[in-house]
Antibody, heavy 123, light 108 residues
Framework: EVQLVESGGGLVKPGGSLRLSCAASGFTFSNAWMSWVRQAPGKGLEWVGRIKSKTDGGTTDYAAPVKGRFTISRDDSKNTLYLQMNSLKTEDTAVYYC??????????????WGQGTLVTVSS | SSELTQDPAVSVALGQTVRITCQGDSLRSYYASWYQQKPGQAPVLVIYGKNNRPSGIPDRFSGSSSGNTASLTITGAQAEDEADYYCNSRDSSGNPWVFGGGTKLTVL
């Protein structure tokens, strides 16, 4: 059974930092592309960024609102995905979901989702 | 354009068929994927690619695409289908960044 378990959320002040983790099991994590998606309270889904598998280059891409502030990384030896969030703003308040990502030439889709972890940025 | 547009709310009578649409320029080149989200829960993938369902998704869910519009059809809607539905696609640059604003489905 595939499981994605996020942790590390909490309350942080504007300008602060936080690191989220996502522990993966039930599939070959090292072969998977992974992503983070967030959802502000009462709002829709917003893509945060993604990381390819190391065999596909291990490169990252980020949505414009978080580029330069957030960093996605992975530790394949621990089957864990990370999201380092710096210079946090109140508008970063959201539930953050870890997902698996599959892309072909004609589509991308998020197959498995974690349960999410809440990040609240407030003074 | 990197936007995907969905109707904010749609309703359907129990057992009837409903179509939820998603419009955007990127859909002329890329298929949409669709996600169901119930209150307090994480989203669940229901349709991906041309018209594929993950295991466990009932066959009353189907997907289609024409021009700049992707559609999610529920044939014989059930009470448990009441949820928010989001479409997602690559944007015009090929990055997987774009979500629609979501459609709240009410089953009457």
């Amino acid at each position: 059974e595939v499981q994605l378990v996020e942790s590390g959320g909490g309350l942080v002040k504007p300008g602060g930092s936080l690191r989220l983790s996502c522990a993966a099991s039930g599939f070959t994590f090292s072969n998977a592309w992974m992503s983070w998606v967030r959802q502000a309270p009462g709002k829709g889904l917003e893509w945060v960024g993604r990381i390819k598998s190391k065999t596909d280059g291990g490169t990252t891409d980020y949505a414009a609102p978080v580029k330069g502030r957030f960093t996605i990384s992975r530790d394949d030896s621990k089957n864990t995905l990370y999201l380092q969030m710096n210079s946090l703003k109140t508008e970063d308040t959201a539930v953050y979901y870890c997902t698996t990502l599959y892309c072909s030439s004609t589509s991308c889709y998020l197959y498995y989702w974690g349960q999410g972890t809440l990040v609240t940025v407030s003074s | 354009s990197s936007e995907l547009t969905q109707d904010p709310a749609v309703s359907v009578a129990l057992g009837q068929t409903v179509r939820i649409t998603c419009q955007g320029d990127s859909l002329r080149s890329y298929y949409a994927s669709w996600y169901q989200q119930k209150p307090g829960q994480a989203p669940v993938l229901v349709i991906y690619g041309k018209n594929n369902r993950p295991s466990g998704i009932p066959d009353r869910f189907s997907g289609s695409s024409s021009g700049n519009t992707a559609s999610l059809t529920i044939t014989g809607a059930q009470a448990e289908d009441e949820a928010d539905y989001y479409c997602n696609s690559r944007d015009s640059s090929g990055n997987p960044w774009v979500f629609g604003g979501g459609t709240k489905l009410t089953v009457l």
